[in-house]
């Protein structure tokens, strides 16, 4: 099933609806990285909301992912992990690490705002 | 032996057993004061009960001996099932072991068996018939005490576990999108878990972006709770909240440096007070003292 994948101002917004299998997950991922470029984004945000599991290839990618459009110039943030799969990503060591969490969309909104004023300004 | 039991063909029927019962009870009130002293006096020598004075010790034997007579004649246990809890109230607060009531309980069933042996020894085939019927009642008796004491003890330490739990781990909003969880007494891996859950479900509800995690009230702390604690600081980071950790008291730090606890991803402040300054700061508050009036003339 493809996620759609919406463009909103600067950035885009990625909504899983139900679990993905790898397949999925790499089409996901490269979908974003191609629009990225193609809409000249400056974040993209991954609402992972509707996930009861998040294994390893899924963490593996959503990392990957955000290490590829950083090199592309926007910013990624994963947003919508439920409290019991937080736990259990953390208990399998599958941290995320170098990658921006937060609570919700709006919250992830929010931070991206932050991050882009942020760049400006230092530019 | 051998001799004694070929004699004795017949198992006493129902009826016999409670006729031959209501006589052994007969001779054991018969022998009430010197039995029951005798009980208390090997109580005493086999050192149990230490809890209790020699009065006390007195005191609850003649009740038991009463209650374990009466359960002897009626054949219900009802009544000693009653007292054996009542017992178990008073005494477990007091320190008394398990091994300790079982420990009476066969005395008093070795003590009575005695006398029932010493009163029929004449006669060996009346003695085994007295035995068949002894014995089994003796047994369930036995059983129920021990059953009683055991039961009651089970049931007062769950209620303090609950008591515990409850008490355990409250998530208190402090400002807008700031938590306060302050943690007192042992974690336990179990009570681990439960605060982090909590911890995981209260940053959901109050969109929380900063937690102070307090835990001057923690005396000890082992490597799998340490390690559970960063867990919880890593998946509070992946809701988007930060965590400040305070108060970890000297022998903590000692632990968890000694345990090579990975505490680059923690973010740890001296004390509570000092905490809360440094989540403000993450939020963007700035706490200023009202200008007093009066200095405005001076």
């Known amino acids: 099933m493809p996620v759609p994948i919406l463009k909103q101002r600067d950035y885009l917004i990625a909504s899983i609806q139900a679990a993905l299998n790898d397949e999925d997950l790499k089409k996901l991922r490269e979908a974003l990285v191609a629009q990225v470029g193609e809409f000249r984004s400056r974040g993209v945000i991954v609402d992972i909301t509707a996930l009861d599991v998040v294994d390893s290839f899924a963490v593996r990618t959503l990392r990957d992912l955000a290490h590829m459009s950083r090199l592309r110039g926007a910013e990624t943030v994963i947003v919508g992990i439920q409290p019991e799969v937080a736990f259990a990503m953390v208990q399998l060591g599958l941290t995320l690490e170098g990658v921006a969490a937060a609570l919700d969309l709006e919250e992830g909104l929010t931070y991206l705002d932050r991050k882009t004023k942020e760049r400006a300004r230092t530019k | ?298």
């Open chain 2, 1 to 298: 032996m051998v001799e004694v039991r070929a004699k004795a063909p017949f198992r006493p029927s129902v009826g016999s057993t409670d006729v031959l019962l209501r006589e052994l009870v007969a001779h054991l009130r018969e022998n009430r004061t010197q039995l029951r002293e005798e009980w208390a006096r090997r109580i005493t020598e086999a050192k149990l009960l230490t809890a209790m004075t020699p009065d006390e010790i007195f005191a609850e034997a003649t009740a038991v001996y009463d209650n374990y007579l009466e359960a002897l004649e009626t054949g219900s246990i009802e009544a000693l099932e009653t007292y054996a809890r009542n017992l178990s109230e008073r005494i477990i607060p007091r320190g008394v072991e398990t091994h300790e009531v079982v420990g009476i309980v066969l005395l008093l069933r070795d003590v009575l068996a005695r006398s029932l042996f010493a009163r029929y020894r004449a006669d060996f085939t009346e003695l085994n018939r007295v035995q068949d019927a002894y014995e089994p009642a003796a047994n369930r008796i036995a059983n129920t005490v021990a059953v009683g004491f055991v039961q009651e003890r089970e049931r007062v330490i769950r209620q303090q576990q609950e008591a515990i739990r409850e008490l355990s781990t409250p998530v208190l909003p402090v400002r807008e999108r700031l938590l306060i969880l302050p943690i007192i007494g042992i974690i336990d891996p179990q009570r681990a878990r439960q605060l982090t859950e909590q911890l995981l479900r209260g940053i959901r509800v109050n969109r929380a972006k900063v937690v102070v995690i307090d835990i001057t009230g923690v005396p000890a702390m082992d490597a799998s709770v340490a390690n559970h604690l960063v867990q919880t600081v890593e998946a509070s980071r992946l809701l988007g909240a930060t965590v400040i950790v305070t108060g970890l008291s000297a022998e903590i730090a000692q632990t968890l440096v000694n345990i090579g606890v990975d505490l680059g991803k923690m973010n740890t402040v001296g004390d509570l007070q000092g905490g809360i300054e440094e989540a403000e700061r993450l939020l963007g508050y700035k706490v200023l003292p009202i200008p007093d009036p009066s200095n405005n003339h001076a």
